[in-house]
Structure formats: C-alpha cells, structure tokens
C-alpha cells in the first residue's frame, strides 16, 4: 500500500498562549499559498517542555515558534543552536529535522530589520548611533541585528541597569550604557530610535522617558504592537520622525520559520497586516 504523505503540522508553544496572533498569521499563509498544514497554539507548562519536544515531532510536527517563558529554555534541549540563537541566549523557531535532531534558530532580529527595511526604505542604520530603551529578550535580538547591518555605536538605557551591563559584557564596546535617568540623553544625533521595553502596551505603564532631544531626521520604532501607534511613536512623528510599528516585525519574523515548515516562502504584505489585525 502506497503511504500517503504526512500533512504537516507546526505551531507555537508558549505559557500562557491565548494572546498569540501566531496561528491567525501562520493561518492566513496556509490558505493563500493552498498548502494543506495546520498551525496550532500549544500551551506548555515549563516543566512539561522537554516532554512536548519529544513528542511533537512524533505526531507529524516539522516545527514550532518559541515564545515566552520557554525562547531560553529550549536552547538546552535542542540538538543545533544557530549562531544568532547562541549569541542571543534565545530562540523563537525551531525545526525537527528528519533525522530526529531539533534545530533552534532566533529570527527575531531579521524581523526587526526587515520591517524597518520594508516600510523606512530611505533608512540607512548606519548614519550614526542606536538609541535602545529596554534590556530585555527582545533587546538582544535587536542589539544583535544593529550590529550585523554595521552599526558601530549602540547606546542603551535599562530601568534594571544590570541587564544592560550583561548586553555589553556579551556584546561588546560598541555599547554605550546610560542610567535610566540619563536616557534622554541618547537621542542626540541618533540614526534609530527603539523602544524595546513593554511599556506602552495596552494594560502596563505608558513610557514616559521625555523624548524632547528627539531629531527628526531620527527613525523611530516600537516593538510594541498593541496598540499599534504607541505614545512612544505619536510623539516621535510629531516632532517629524519617520516612525514604524512593531507588527511588520512580528510578520517578519515568522516568514523563515514558515518557510522552512512548509516549502514556501511567504510574503508580508498589506493583506497579511490587515488579516492578523482583524484575528
Ligand atoms: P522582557 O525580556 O520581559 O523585557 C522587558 C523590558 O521592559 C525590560 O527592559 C524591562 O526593564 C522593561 N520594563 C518593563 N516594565 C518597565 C517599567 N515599568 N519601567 C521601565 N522599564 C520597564 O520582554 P521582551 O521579550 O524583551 O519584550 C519587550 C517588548 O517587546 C514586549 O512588549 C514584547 O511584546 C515586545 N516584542 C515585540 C516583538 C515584535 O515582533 N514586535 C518581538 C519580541 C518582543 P527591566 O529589565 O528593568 O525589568
């Protein structure tokens, strides 16, 4: 009897999981490209991580995204770290190899320069310095990213200065760390401006660093993508910034994951935005 093939199956694992817009984005690309696979969301307590690892793959999953609070603790289990996911302490793709092996890949930091990349074309990362605010996760991948696209001097402010120290010990002299309370100092003659902190989310504390040093010749981001115009990027564009959201970021960093599961490269485009806008 000839076997029939296996309809792949890939998904996101996280703790909780119910916020995540993943499987509407991974949804909507399955049915424009008329792929037959399914993405689902999988709540995974911590210690039931490395059990739902080693069954995954067994049930027909070619893969899943990594959020929160596993993105750390899976690169103890996988079998190959990419250099990145290495470099950033953290991964948020991963891919079950047929030879049994789990390849762990962060592509968070590709996101974050696609997206400026698509939606500033005029932006050019190395006119002069980065401004981050945040030393989270996120401000890895992105401190990471700067320095692949040539960024010679990162400058970053952390309410816990600490985990900014930790940025530069891993990162090196290119990091410039300023006291929380000094932040605003940051902006001056900067090319890019990010916000990688939570605040401004919809339900936490609105960012209330004061931006008046703002240039606006500076490109302003968020990471932040809910709400989609952060305090943080009303400000920026009236003071004539050149602003983009954190949501192209989130579709960007999820194409090379779907790319790998499911053999097609998809595209992010004003439809996709709009399709996980409205999930
Ligand atoms: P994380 O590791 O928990 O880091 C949170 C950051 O926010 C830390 O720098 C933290 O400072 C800071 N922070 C939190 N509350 C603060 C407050 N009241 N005052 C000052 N700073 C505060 O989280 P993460 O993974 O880096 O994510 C950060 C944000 O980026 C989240 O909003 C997340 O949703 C977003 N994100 C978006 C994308 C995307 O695709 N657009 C991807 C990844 C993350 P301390 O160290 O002092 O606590």
Redesign the pocket.
């Known amino acids: 009897m000839t076997e029939l093939p296996r309809i792949p199956l890939a998904g996101v694992i996280g703790h909780p999981i119910a916020h995540s817009r993943s499987p509407a984005l991974h949804g909507f690309w399955l049915k424009r490209y008329g792929i037959k696979g399914h993405y689902i969301p999988m709540d995974v307590a911590p210690q039931d991580l490395r059990q739902a690892l080693e069954i995954l793959p067994k049930l027909g999953f070619v893969g899943v995204n990594v959020t929160?609070p596993h993105?750390e603790a899976v690169l103890q289990i996988a079998d190959v770290v990419t250099d990145r996911a290495a470099l950033i302490g953290a991964a948020?793709t991963l891919i079950f190899r047929k030879d049994g092996r789990i390849h762990a890949d962060n592509t968070?930091g590709a996101?974050?320069i696609a997206?400026l990349r698509q939606n500033a074309p005029n932006w050019n990362p190395t006119a002069g310095p980065a401004a981050v605010?945040?030393?989270?996760?996120?401000?890895?991948?992105i401190v990471a990213a700067l320095i692949e696209v040539g960024v010679a001097e990162i400058r970053i402010a952390?309410?816990?200065k600490p985990?900014?120290q930790a940025l530069r010990a891993d990162f090196g002299s290119k990091l410039h760390i300023y006291d929380?309370v000094h932040a605003p100092n940051m902006l001056e003659g900067a090319a890019t401006v990010i916000?990688?902190?939570?605040?401004?989310?919809s339900g936490?504390?609105e960012f209330r660093v004061p931006l008046d040093g703002l240039e606006s010749h500076s490109l302003v981001t968020d990471?932040?993508?809910?709400p989609l115009k952060t305090g943080f990027l009303l400000e920026a564009e009236a003071r004539g910034c050149t602003i983009v959201d954190?949501?192209?970021?989130?579709?960007?960093?999820a194409a090379p994951g779907f790319e790998r599961w499911f053999g097609q490269r998809p595209e992010v485009d004003e439809a996709t935005r709009q399709a996980v806008l409205a999930a």
Do not use: E, P
């Open positions: 929160i993105k948020n968070d996101g974050f997206n605010f945040g030393a989270g996760g996120a401000a890895r991948a952390n309410r816990t985990r900014a929380w916000n990688s902190t939570s605040l401004g989310m936490k504390s990471l932040v993508y809910n954190g949501l192209g970021m989130l579709l960007h960093q």
